[in-house]
């Protein structure tokens, strides 16, 4: 190959070749002021553009620069170093060198406008140049004359408005508000999006403990909202375009829950999903520019976080990284009214919401928490507000149905839990003592009732509530002066609605398998770093006593005259001598 004359490439002052118009040494200048200088940045910013640097170093650190002056932090060579070290980026700067290289000379700020304008120049040049090369490609290809006018227009459509905002002050002012049009809108007439838990354009966290299942609510909440299907009694809406980020559940996790909800390869609408996507740490300018991407190319208009502690570099403890994270990402999306949900874990003290900073919590319009209060059924809790539109908690039940081995196909499901006649005052939160009494109560079980004759009755209306909670609230009841439960003002309705899927009450939920162990720090079993839900309640065999107790295994007791039953009718389910009167409590002669 040596007949062979070579190309001839130019290159610029840090070894790149140049393939385009542009002007490396100018570029580097603009550099030397803006890394100094925040008023030399915004002089530059009035003329420039990112996408005007050609040089990839350079942008890199011109956008490092953006970051740091949008905080209001003073520029400077070392902390402009830090940042890209941070990002995992400082190769891409020659190991850091180039920063020193050019950090060594000031440029007076005064005279960095002057190079910003040889930029902007050069860039203009090289856009023409790629618009005359895509003309020649579109020739060369056999395009018509149509087609190049269209070109032409939309090439120089984009000069226009690259004139009017991309350079001088008219970016920066298009932010003000239009007084006209600012009070012609009706803010309070927006339409929330389904499930009533935010409008367009907000951004909410949830919150909850692990055995809650924030990832199965919000999957189901987000496949129903791009599919336009109602969630949580709320009507349909046409679908909403969602991009997910997960980076804490397993795919084949995520198969199994969107198919238990009903979902498959044809029916998940308007959800983009994104499993442990490669993008940088949210809390820098690089992970903003990768979401924003992201969002861009799929054209979304609601982006969940799942967990938003795996896509951040800093110390959650720490306000700086949150404060960081809406710098880069949630202020740019809450820019282009672009909603977001992210989810997060609770800390140690469940008082005090999610862990870590408080500043996490600052820039939110709404802060939800999630909490399992056991027998499939979930309190959601607004606990922090912005506006205050739309309701502030919701009683849930998680529906599921098991097919075999498998979890069936659309028989997983968030519902609201409602009364078909609400009783006065305010009701208890399913699942709790007070809660099983009332709808004890409610059903006419007598005072005296045991365990069993409880455990029966609550099953029979789909009434949720654990063992150890059954047993306490049938011990109260035992305590109460001797009158029936006709008697007794009841804060709980006996019928409860929610169209049940199957002919059980499902406590179980996809993720939480049948005959494994619960271990300390998993969501369900087979699921890293969370912990069990709450178990099915099992059949239980007729207590050894007749107290309803629970205690020590001994000859099963009659309940009226406290004597001991025959073992075969005790095991048949009788808690009481056939002779015994329960009406009297007068033992048969």
Known sequence: MENVRPFPHQADPDGLTTRAPHDAEAEAMVLCAVMHDAGAYQACAELLDRSDIYVPAHRLIWDTVAGLVAAGTPPHPALIRAEIEKQGRLHEVNGGNLIYRLGSEILPAASAPHFAQQVADKARERRYDEHANALKAAIAGGADGDHLNALVADFHQGEQIRESTGQGPAHLVSTLLDWGTFFATDFGSIQLLPGRLMAPGQQITIVGDGKAGKSLFTQDWMWRMATGQPFLGDKPQEPVRVLYLDAENGQEQVQERFLSFGAGPRAMGELRYASFPPIRPLDTAGGGTDLLSMVKATQAELVVIDTVSR????????????????????LPLKRDRISSVRLDHRGKDSERGARGSSAKTQDVDHVWELSAVGGGALTLKRTHTRTGIGPDIFNLVRQARRDGDNWAHGGTRHVVLEWDAEPT???????TVEHIIGALDAAGVPNDAGNRVARQELAARQVPGSNDKIAEAVRRRKARPQKTASNVSADVSADVSGDRSGGRFPETFP?????????????FPGTPAETPGTPPVPHVPPSKRGNGEGTAPGPALCDICQTPINPDWAARGYTIHLGCDPTTGTPAA
């Open 425 to 431: 005052g305010h009701p208890a939160v399913p699942g």
């Open 311 to 330: 896509f951040i570099s800093g110390p959650e403890n720490d306000a700086d990284t949150w404060l960081s994270l809406y710098r880069h990402t949630l």
């Open 511 to 523: 993720g939480t398998h049948p005959g494994t162990h619960e271990t300390a720090g998993q969501t």
